[in-house]
């Protein structure tokens, strides 16, 4: 899996660079811009680009423009945006649009190895990576007079784990449970929740972050 790396820290950048390398990505450039990620991007076709929100400039917003014209002009590269912190309006501009190969994490998300190696595939692959901060916040944000006070304390941790964009296998062996006990749970949600079963497990992240941004 090809990587372009975004960050205008060159000892962040390099140190992620180095991590990704050792786990058999290919890093097909660094850049420390918006404008020579776009250039990147172009001119290498990876996989997937992994962007910090924060890029000169002005160190607003340039990384998650540069995502979304990724997204507009490259379809089939995924963006993994990388973000300080938890900011809801953001990661809703990016994860919002219906794309497939989308993903919002934050920062220290890269100290769990493991699991920021599991989201760069997955967004690579065409999932999504939705930091559970961010999950969080729409869960409080929904929660008040809507179906999510019907779910059981187990149900609302899958639906956790699928907004973050698990897949089956991966919440069953994350919470040590079996598929089918897994597939039960998820049908009971989606019931309870009014929304339409999805086999692709992209279509059911998005299925349920719509109903956790619904007022």
Aim: aromatic content about 4%; charged content about 25%.
């Amino acid at each position: 899996m090809r990587v372009v790396l975004a960050d205008d820290s060159v000892l962040v950048r390099e140190g992620v660079a180095r991590l990704l390398g050792e786990a058999g990505f290919e890093i097909s450039a660094t850049v420390g811009d918006a404008e020579e990620l776009l250039t990147a991007v172009a001119r290498t076709g990876p996989d997937v680009a992994i962007i910090d929100v924060r890029m000169p400039p002005s160190f607003t917003d340039e990384g998650l423009r540069a995502a979304e014209t990724i997204r507009a002009r490259h379809p089939n590269v995924g963006v993994l945006v990388l973000s300080q912190h938890a900011t809801l309006p953001q990661a809703l501009r990016l994860i919002g649009r219906g794309n497939t190969g989308v993903g919002y994490l934050l920062k220290d998300r890269v100290a769990d190895l493991d699991d920021f190696l599991s989201a760069v595939r997955r967004v690579g692959d065409g999932g999504s990576a939705v930091d559970p901060e961010v999950v969080a916040q729409l869960l409080r944000a929904a929660e008040a007079g809507s179906a999510l006070e019907e779910l059981t304390a187990r149900e609302r941790e899958i639906l956790t784990l699928i907004a973050e964009g698990r897949s089956n296998q991966a919440i069953a062996t994350t919470l040590f449970l079996g598929m089918k006990t897994i597939e039960t749970h998820i049908k009971n949600i989606f019931l309870k929740l009014d929304l339409a079963p999805a086999s692709d497990d992209h279509r059911r992240v998005l299925a349920v972050l719509a109903y956790l941004r619904s007022p």
